[in-house]
């Protein structure tokens, strides 16, 4: 079965570090894009940052850019945001998504259930 | 960065209506754009992509049309499980957007 399975949430303080990782199995990891996406309490869905089968290219969102720095380690299956500076507005469930493409179209087919991220004091 | 509006943001209807939602681009985007449903609690789930082709295993009551910066998802006949919150979201270009969510309940 194909999945996508996050950890690493929890409640943090503002301006700490939180570091997420995505387990995927099922497919073949490395042959795959994989983002994160994210979507704060009750509001709608945000793109965070995305990051190419061989880790080449990398993209961020502006309001993640130059805190949350996204990897992948390819022989362990694993895809990782690491979060740091964390502010109120990063609370949010954050999902592991894979990017899969027919001819030059993509799309995010594969979802992680999400895990969940509070930033409070 | 490419701006998605949908509308309605809000949608009652009953079982068996016909629903049509507009998702809208602030520039050209192609086909690249996706569909997606999300229920209460649950990771979304990819419906339509390339504006118009139905992902696998999902009911042929939906269907996606469009290009360029106007798109449609239709739902031809609804079903009590597809009262949910629906995403469009374009793949033309970085950052990735989504629309704002159309949520769909029952009248």
């Known amino acids: 079965e194909v999945q996508l399975v996050e950890s690493g949430g929890g409640l943090v303080q503002p301006g700490g570090s939180l570091r997420l990782s995505c387990a995927a199995s099922g497919f073949t990891f490395s042959s795959y894009s994989m983002n994160w996406v994210r979507q704060a309490p009750g509001k709608g869905l945000e793109w965070v940052s995305y990051?190419?089968?061989?880790?080449?290219?990398?993209y961020y969102a502006d309001s993640v850019k130059g805190r949350f720095t996204i990897s992948r380690d390819n022989a362990k299956n694993s895809l990782y945001l690491q979060m740091n500076s964390l502010r109120a507005e990063d609370t949010a469930v954050y999902y592991c998504?894979?990017?899969?493409?027919?001819?030059?179209?993509?799309?995010?087919?594969?979802w992680g259930k999400g895990t969940t991220v509070t930033v409070s004091s | 960065d490419i701006q998605l509006t949908q509308s309605p943001s809000f949608l009652s209807a009953s079982v068996g209506d016909r629903v049509t939602i507009t998702c809208r681009a602030s520039?050209?985007?192609?086909?690249?754009l996706a569909w997606y449903q999300q229920k209460p609690g649950k990771a979304p789930k990819l419906l339509i992509y390339a504006a118009s082709t139905l992902q696998s295993g999902v009911p042929s009551r939906f269907s996606g049309s469009g290009s360029g910066t106007e798109f449609t998802l239709t739902i031809s006949s609804l079903q009590p499980e597809d009262f949910a919150t629906y995403y469009c979201?374009?793949?033309?270009?970085?950052?990735?957007?989504f629309g704002q969510g159309t949520r769909l309940e029952i009248k």
């Open positions: 998504a894979r990017t899969a493409a027919n001819y030059y179209y993509y799309y995010m087919d594969v």
């Open positions: 979201q374009q793949l033309n270009s970085y950052p990735i957007t």
């Open positions: 990051i190419s089968s061989s880790s080449s290219t990398i």
């Open positions: 520039q050209g985007i192609s086909s690249y």
